[in-house]
């Protein structure tokens, strides 16, 4: 859920301003998972530039402080999300973890680094939901660990339908800066891409695993 247009919008002209979101309809990439793609995102870019993971920064804590309040503990999903949750947590002066993917393999085995008391409230903070489950695997270990986790906040999701029914079936609340409505919007008021791009962009995001350049 996007809770503020505006700001949806100026995420996603600063993606596409330092090339965290590249749109190429005409030469798509390959994802890991080999589905073929008009468009790549990577906001660990977002790291490098001071004043736009200053703007990330203070905006993830005020949305996260008018949907919940300050939880006890700001956790990220490694490790995409590590670098800008730790900014959150620290703006906000609150204790932070990470959750891996999955426990370590030797020393004391964690999936969660960090102190987490049970009972404890978090805000779990992601860079990027595609079909959302590695973050809610992420999720699914902090309740084991007796968390009372409130909701997810990320930088940018694609919106598959894929997602939006993981996150239902584990009724967990999720809110994002902006979104690919919002970002194919922005590119084509900019003119970063044209009318037939956009249509292109809308295809691919239908079925995007049968999707054919």
């Not at 589905?35 to 993971?53: G, V």
């Not at 490790?79 to 900014?87: V, Y």
């Amino acid at each position: 859920m996007i809770l503020n247009k505006e700001t949806a919008k100026k995420t996603a002209e600063l993606l596409l301003q330092i090339k965290a979101i590249k749109l190429e309809p005409q030469e798509p990439f390959t994802w890991a998972s080999g589905w073929k793609s008009p468009i790549y995102c990577d906001n660990r870019i977002i790291l490098s530039y001071p004043m736009i993971r200053n703007y990330v920064r203070e905006n993830f804590a005020k949305q996260i402080e008018e949907k919940y309040g300050k939880p006890d503990v700001i956790a990220a999903v490694a490790t995409g999300a590590i670098g800008i949750g730790m900014l959150v947590a620290e703006y906000l002066s609150l204790p932070f973890a990470y959750v891996r993917p999955e426990p370590k393999g030797h020393g004391r085995q964690n999936q969660i680094e960090g102190n987490l008391e049970e009972g404890q409230t978090v805000v779990v903070i992601e860079d990027l939901i595609s079909t959302g489950n590695s973050s809610l695997n992420a999720v699914k270990a902090l309740h084991e660990a007796g968390a009372n986790v409130k909701g997810m906040f990320a930088i940018f999701t694609y919106g598959f339908d894929t997602s939006v029914k993981n996150f239902e079936n584990l009724d967990i609340e999720l809110h994002t800066l902006s979104d690919y409505e919002n970002l194919i919007e922005t590119a084509q008021n900019t003119n970063y891409i044209n009318i037939e791009e956009a249509g292109v962009l809308r295809k691919w995001r239908e079925d995007p695993a049968n999707w054919k350049p």
